[in-house]
C-alpha cells in the first residue's frame, strides 16, 4: 500500500516561489509515476504535470511551463514541486498523486497541501 | 486541453440508481480505455474508484460501475446511500498529454 505524506500549509506573496514536497512510503519513487494535480477553491480538478514512463521524462501542463518545476529525492523516496512567480489565482490545495509505473490512473493520493497567495 | 463535460449536478433518492456522463473526443475519452473516475467529500482528497473504463480498485463497492461509448464515458452508482453523496471527477489519457484531462466535476446529491 502506498503512502503519500505531504508538506504543510504555505502562505506566500506575489512573486515568490513555492516548494510543496511529498514523501512516499511503502514502495519506492522508482516503481511510481508521480504527478502533481491541484484544486483552486470551490473549483475543479486541475492536472499541472507528471512522470511519463515511456520517454523516462517529465512533462508539464502547457499552462504551467516555464513556471514549475517536478523533481524527485529517489535516496529519500520524495518528490517536489516548485512553483515560481505566484499570484493570487495560484491559491490552491496542491495533491501529489501516484500509481504504478504504466498506470493511467491516479491511484493514491496525498492529503494536499493549501498554498495561499497574499499580499 | 479543455476540460471533459460532465453535468454539474445529479441527484438520486436513496436505493436509486444514477449515472454520470464524461464527454471528451476522439483525442481523449474516444481514442483510449484510460478513463478513470475519482469520489470526492468535502475536504479531503479524491480517492480512485474506477480505472481503466470499468474496472473497480480493491475495496470498492460493486454498487460503482464504468462504462464508455464513443466519446462519452460514464459512472453508475446503484442501490444510492447517503454516504455516496460527494463530488465526482473523470479523467483521460490524452494523445496529447499524459493523464492531463480532467472532467468539470458533478456534483451527486442523496435527496
Known amino acids: 500500500q502506498v503512502q503519500l505524506v505531504q508538506s504543510g500549509a504555505e502562505v506566500k506573496k506575489p512573486g515568490a516561489s513555492v516548494k510543496v514536497s511529498c514523501k512516499v512510503s511503502g514502495y519506492t519513487l522508482t516503481e511510481l509515476s508521480m504527478h502533481w494535480v491541484r484544486q483552486a477553491p470551490g473549483k475543479g480538478l486541475e492536472w499541472m504535470g507528471g512522470?511519463?514512463?515511456?520517454?523516462?521524462?517529465?512533462i508539464y501542463a502547457q499552462k504551467f511551463q516555464g513556471r514549475v518545476t517536478m523533481t524527485e529525492d529517489t535516496s529519500t523516496d520524495t518528490a517536489y514541486m516548485e512553483l515560481s512567480s505566484l499570484r493570487s489565482e495560484d491559491t490552491a490545495v496542491y495533491y501529489c498523486a501516484t500509481g504504478a509505473l504504466y498506470s493511467r490512473s491516479f491511484d493514491y493520493w496525498g492529503q494536499g497541501t493549501l498554498v495561499t497567495v497574499s499580499s | 486541453q479543455s476540460a471533459l463535460t460532465q453535468p454539474a449536478s445529479v441527484s438520486g433518492s436513496p436505493g436509486q440508481s444514477i449515472t454520470i456522463s464524461c464527454t471528451g473526443t476522439?483525442?481523449?475519452?474516444?481514442?483510449?480505455?484510460?478513463v478513470s473516475w475519482y469520489q470526492q467529500h468535502p475536504g479531503k482528497a479524491p480517492k480512485l474508484m474506477i480505472y481503466d473504463v470499468s474496472n473497480r480498485p480493491s475495496g470498492v463497492s460493486n454498487r460503482f460501475s464504468g462504462s464508455k461509448s464513443g466519446n462519452t464515458a460514464s459512472l453508475t452508482i446503484s442501490g444510492l446511500q447517503a454516504e455516496d453523496e460527494a463530488d465526482y471527477y473523470c479523467s483521460s489519457y490524452t494523445s496529447s498529454s499524459i493523464l492531463g484531462v480532467f472532467g468539470t466535476g458533478t456534483k451527486v446529491t442523496v435527496l
Open positions: 512522470f511519463d514512463p515511456e520517454d523516462g521524462e517529465t
Open positions: 476522439s483525442s481523449d475519452v474516444g481514442g483510449y480505455n484510460y
